[in-house]
């Protein structure tokens, strides 16, 4: 389960760390040995008689229920009413050692983030904002899930998401820096404007590389002076922000991210190729896109954007030469209240659970690769878009604009599996 980047196995050094499927009927373990080691002993083997490798493992392992302990803290808001609002800064806190930029990097700067706002505030240098400010530390999706449908209260409470995991990558993870924009399934104006402060570190950030001067060079005395050059991107999948953005939740998410980085989930992931001026530019921007959303307007869905507010990612659908819905097209379903997040989080899958138990085959939409999306995508964004509106044929339309062109069928096919195990009913 480990990602594959151009680097990837070019280090023999590197120790990476990666999991053997949670629900195996087969229990086992298993070692991870670095490349060098590997190949060292693939030629010992192959000596022949007289070299062998001994193992001696006594592994001490089961599947038990527990508890999680999640950090969370708040900046209690100042407004009467909008103060049991919240907008919220996460993270991921529960990798391997050493885990610098997965994920201490996220969780530190949420961390300072809340130090210093904390601070502005203590100093009146900073008005306290409306809305309350939540920080929150949990074991990264699972944590999520666990939080958001444990106490449903915090998923009623926060209205917007600023979601950090590997925020601080030097020039030697070879990381490009993103902002990524939620799924289509739910537009929101948080991911514009946190775009627009992105930009904005981008341009002073290079204006101070190229020239040496700038407004705001935002340079950590012990970091690099490289420009940020943040990248807006489209949504992609794999953290926290799914579980937030899942139509049951439906709460905006800006995720920050860093990809690739060639030492994820490896002993190599340290502190030493953590670059200090990246990690005091990231919070920044993020704070003040937050800050800001913290002190304006009060509805679920926040207000429209002012006008002349240049919207930089162009979401228009063109809609006038669609095929019109027929047969299978007109289907409509309504997503169920529960079970509430994706479907498939780290280690578990419901819907391959539960269509196992009733009988119901794989369908075929889980397996295709669209021009700019897998099967789990498509079955993310299907799921998400069934709101008891929208009918088959707007969903295949819908999701064909975001991942690539995909047969009305394979929609519809899932559509009926996932009413089948029970997630989503037909409106008539
Ligand atoms: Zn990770």
Redesign the pocket.
Known sequence: QNQKTAWWGEDENLIRWGHLETFSPNKTFAFMVSLKRARAMKDWLGRGKGHGIRLHAVVKAGQHPGAYDVVTATIPGADAKLKDEEIAFSC?LD?QRP?AN??ASGCATILEVARTVQKLISEGKLARPARTIRFIFPP?IEGTMAQLNGKPEFAKRIKAVVHM??VGGGPETKAVFHATRGPMSLPSFVHDVAWAFADWVNDESYQFAATGKAHYPMVAPEGGKEPLRAEYSAYTMG?DHDVYQDSSFGIPAIYLNDWPDQY??TNFDTAANIDPTKLKRAPLRRNEAEYDGGISNSERQFSPPPPGFQVPYDRRLNTSNRPKAAGDGLLTYSRKNEPRGPLAVFGYDYFAVHAKAAGVGTPKLLSYEGLWGGGEEYAYEVLNFADGKRNAQEIRDAVSAEYGPVALEMVVEYLKALEKIGLVEQVK
């Open positions: 991921h990798h885990g997965d994920n990264e995991d590997m953290s994820i989930h």
